[in-house]
Structure formats: C-alpha cells, structure tokens
C-alpha cells in the first residue's frame, strides 16, 4: 500500500457503507434470526432478547432500506410478518462468515452451537471463500486490491 | 425453525461472539486497512479519520483479543506497527463478504472503487462461497442450520 492512498476513502467505501446498512449488533442479531426462518417480531423479541422498541426501529429501517419486507399475514387483527428480500439475501455470505469465525475462535469447546447442512449434496459443510475464475480458495494473502472504476482520483 | 427454539441464544452464537470481537465501525474500518497492508498510526489515522484517542483504543483492543500484533520498529525513538496475527488473517472472508454486498448494492454508478486480482491465475475476480464436500455455490436458501455439538438442551 503506497503511502497517501488517493483511490479511495471511507466514502466510496463498500465496508463502509455496508456497515451504514447492517453494521450494528441488533441488526445483525435480527439478520441471524431472519436467515434462520423467523419471520414474526414476539419470536425476534424473544430470541434476540432486543428491547421491543430498538427491535421495532430496526425491523423498520430494515424494511426502508430494502433487506426486509413487511407483509401481512393476518387481517383481523392486522399482523405482519419479516421476510428478507433479494437484497437481503445477498448478506448470506456475510452471516456466514461471521459464524465460522466464531465457531473457529470464540466458540465453547464442545463445539459450533449450529452446522450446516448443504441440501444438494447432503453433507455437513464449511462454507469456503474461492477465486470466481479458477476455483482455487482465497485468503487474505493471495489477492492483491487495486483500484477499481469506482476509485477517487483525488482525496476528498 | 420451530418456534421456542432452545438450542441456541446470543449467549452461545457465534455471529453475537464475532460481533463482540469486531462488531464497532472503527474496528472494521481498522481491519479493512490492515488487509490493505497499512501498519502504522499515523497511517490508520489518516486513512480511516478515527480520532487518535478512538483509535489507540481499538487498536489496544485488537491487540488484546489476538487479532493484531504490535511490533517494534524503529528503536529510537521507539516505535510500533501493527500486523494481523493469523487469527487476525482469518477475518478475511468477513471483510470480503462485506465488500462484495457493498460492491453490488450500495457502490456509485462508475463501479467498486476496488478491485481484487487473485495472484495465482492473475484475474481480477469475485470470491464465491462454495460448498467444501461438493464445491457447488452457497446461497442462504441451499442450506439447512441444524443444532450442532455445541448446542444448548436448555434456554440459558
């Protein structure tokens, strides 16, 4: 890394602004649960032990920024119900990541609370990072980040 | 996911464990310099615009939980870098994942201000997240969460 980086600064920064979307720990907590199936805010209440306030501001921005939808599931009386969208399932790789981390390092020693199961070949899995052109898996130290389209020319 | 689900509770997950490690904006923002291979405060200070309090902070933290490693070098006056310890290197698929969802959904209309090439087949690529036993793509709905050794019989 050159010193006086210019292409980009915490402002065209993907980390950045995901972390503006989904970086704080109730909404990753409520993503948790989300990517589990559930679906219906006493259920998120209770497994998240989010205060019903905080869960209901982060359910609502959430939905405004397009990672759930709000649907009714009831009319009389109307009741709503969670769902992630397109875009939210998208975040998949980064819940993923997260939980292999964790089971790696911080877990008990008895092991990962959760595994996972791949539907299409039926096997208990680690999900792992590879390379879109080869196959090969990545590590931190076998890429190399250069600017892309969307750098800075000039600091801003 | 069956309602009154006793397996598993923040208490034992280890998305809620991660988040404790590296769950704060500044600490990820620390963490995408250090995979940029920036070492050095003055530098980290530059690139992320934490305060230097703040930042000192993080950095000490991130010391403590084995993620960082502080190095001499310069003696005098005596002066420190930090690198990532391979706990620290395995953080990789976070970050990653993290870029790519940022890439996709909230980057400008000229692109990702970042690039990634993989050294070994020299193309600019996407990392995936693939199966380890069958190697197929890993998407949210391929795969089922089932209780694992580390399970909890109880609620806490």
């Not at 032990?49 to 009386?77: D, F, S």
């Not at 299409?120 to 190399?144: K, T, W």
Request: charged share 30%.
């Amino acid at each position: 890394m050159e010193p006086g980086r210019t292409w980009f600064t915490n402002e065209n920064c993907s980390v950045a602004r995901t972390l503006e979307v989904i970086g704080e720990r109730w909404t990753l907590l409520v993503l948790r649960e989300a990517f589990l199936g559930v679906r219906r805010f006493e259920e998120l209440h209770r497994n998240t032990g989010a205060a019903r306030n905080i869960l209901a501001a982060r359910l609502r921005k959430l939905v405004e920024r397009g990672i759930l939808e709000r649907r009714p599931y009831e009319e009389h009386p109307p009741r709503f119900e969670y769902r992630l969208t397109g875009r939210g399932l998208d975040l998949y790789p980064i819940l993923v990541s997260l939980v292999r981390w964790g089971d790696k390092y911080v877990a008990d020693p008895s092991g990962p609370p959760i595994v996972l199961e791949h539907k299409a070949c039926g096997h208990d899995i680690l999900p792992q990072l590879v390379c879109s052109e080869c196959g090969g898996e990545i590590a931190a130290r076998d890429v190399i980040a250069k600017p892309g389209p969307g750098a800075l020319r000039k600091p801003a």
